[in-house]
T-cell receptor, first 113, second 111 residues
Framework: AQKVTQTQTSISVMEKTTVTMDCVYETQDSSYFLFWYKQTASGEIVFLIRQDSYKKENATVGHYSLNFQKPKSSIGLIITATQIEDSAVYFC??????????FGDGTQLVVKP | EAAVTQSPRSKVAVTGGKVTLSCHQTNNHDYMYWYRQDTGHGLRLIHYSYVADSTEKGDIPDGYKASRPSQENFSLILELASLSQTAVYFC??????????FGSGTRLLVI
């Protein structure tokens, strides 16, 4: 079975701090791809960052980085120096060998000034 | 600029009526998908396609049909709309093993 679980429903942080969002996944595939997406208040869904399962190095893009712990089937998203504009819903996702992407239920991030 | 365009942006439909949601991509992607998002929830896969003239069922296909007449176009059809199909529908496209590019969504209200 393929499944993605985000246990944090909502997180609130102060601006300019660092936040980590958790995600665990289940798959029987030996090779897979992990993604994080951001859904803004307007409803737009944008791709943020990806981690290929065969890569050991954690991906980093701008102020987004990943904490990939393969033995724990975990892919956390870390946002450093948070900004008000980072307030959104963040979705963790996994793409399997059938080219389907499975999404978690999302984590609402509120960044306060 | 490569993009995924959905139409209409919003629609009000009558119960029992037919609804067609359209999606057009200029990304030259082989894969296209239709997802449904209910308020406060994640995305659930309805139908997808990896080649023109072929579609596959996703996790919640009941009550929906899909059509992929060309690489660029992918439609979602509700033959008999029901109240439970009120939701936001997202179309997406991708290359193999790559991330998705999403459309802006279609907000459907069935009354």
């Amino acid at each position: 079975a393929q499944k993605v679980t985000q246990t944090q429903t909502s997180i609130s942080v102060m601006e300019k701090t660092t936040v980590t969002m958790d995600c665990v996944y289940e798959t029987q595939d030996s090779s897979y791809f992990l993604f994080w997406y951001k859904q803004t208040a307007s409803g737009e869904i944008v791709f943020l960052i990806r981690q290929d399962s065969y890569k050991k190095e954690n991906a980093t893009v701008g102020h987004y980085s990943l904490n990939f712990q393969k033995p724990k089937s975990s892919i956390g998203l870390i946002i450093t120096a948070t900004q008000i504009e980072d307030s959104a819903v963040y979705f963790c996702a996994m793409r399997n060998n059938n080219n389907r992407i499975f999404f978690g239920d999302g984590t609402q991030l509120v960044v306060k000034p | 600029e490569a993009a995924v365009t959905q139409s209409p942006r919003s629609k009000v439909a009558v119960t029992g009526g037919k609804v067609t949601l359209s999606c057009h991509q200029t990304n030259n992607h082989d894969y296209m998908y239709w997802y449904r998002q209910d308020t406060g929830h994640g995305l659930r896969l309805i139908h997808y396609s990896y080649v023109a003239d072929s579609t596959e069922k996703g996790d919640i296909p009941d009550g929906y049909k899909a059509s992929r007449p060309s690489q660029e176009n992918f439609s979602l059809i509700l033959e008999l709309a029901s109240l439970s199909q009120t939701a936001v529908y997202f179309c997406a496209s991708s290359r193999q093993n790559s991330d998705y590019t999403f459309g802006s969504g279609t907000r459907l209200l069935v009354i």
